[in-house]
């Protein structure tokens, strides 16, 4: 049982330079999520998604895109990277039902926009 | 709206010492109140939560959170320290009122560095 599985674990970039940060959970959970880790900031909800076909912006939803095209699938697309969009990025999984599991997260992806 | 607060950003303990990390909340309806902990680049772990009944909650690791509504608290506790416990903690909150797709939001406090010292 892999749970959640995050790729790249690492990548640096250019500004303006667009990529996609990939999330695959195996765990059918209906619920998945984006957060970035800053530090002195804690985890920020950038989108989440209930289930595939729904997406819905979280806290700081400005300059990423998401789909959810299938239930384990939820990428996460950088449009026009910029510096400011350095950070730590974490998808996370939780099953569906009630408000109450816990999230299961993947190892993260850390990002460096030069 | 739905807050918490980790009011230390790190906190020491020697070994074989008790250890408390704090955390308060902020919700409209009842809390849902979770502990999680990140290893070094590693994601965030579940350690325990509370949803309703006992005030103490016991978790992975030996850890325990003491729910506590009229100070609005959920601290987490632990007998005694080992040096394998430093790592990054964090609380989170889900208010009860919540609806809809907004039901499953939780908000995160800024994490408290736990450091056992040998």
């Known amino acids: 049982n892999a749970g959640v599985t995050q790729t790249p674990k690492f990548q640096v970039l250019k500004t303006g330079q667009s990529m996609t940060l990939q999330c695959a959970q195996d765990m059918n959970h209906e619920y998945m999520s984006w957060y970035r880790q800053d530090p002195g900031m804690g985890l920020r909800l950038i989108h989440y998604s209930v289930g595939a076909g729904i997406t819905d912006q979280g806290e700081v939803p400005n300059g990423y895109n998401v789909s959810r095209s299938t239930t384990e699938d939820f990428p996460l697309r950088l449009l026009s990277a910029a510096p400011s969009q350095t950070s730590v990025y974490f998808c996370a999984s939780k099953g569906g039902g009630s408000g109450n599991q816990p999230q299961h997260f993947g190892d993260g992806t850390r990002l460096s926009i030069l | 709206a739905q807050s918490v607060a980790q009011p230390e950003d790190q906190v020491n303990v020697a070994e074989g010492n008790p250890l408390t990390v704090k955390c308060t909340y902020s919700v409209s309806g009842n809390p849902y109140l979770f502990w999680y902990v990140q290893y070094p680049n590693r994601g965030l772990q579940f350690l325990l939560k509370y949803i309703t009944g006992d005030n103490l909650v016991k978790g992975s690791y030996g850890f325990e959170a003491e729910f506590n509504k009229s100070q609005t608290s959920f601290h987490l506790k632990k007998p005694s320290a080992l040096v394998s416990d430093s790592a990054l903690y964090f609380c989170?909150?889900?208010?009860?009122?919540?609806?809809?797709?907004?039901?499953?939001?939780?908000?995160f406090g800024k994490g408290t560095k736990l450091s056992v010292i040998p």
């Open positions: 989170a909150v889900r208010d009860s009122v919540n609806s809809g797709a907004g039901s499953y939001q939780l908000t």
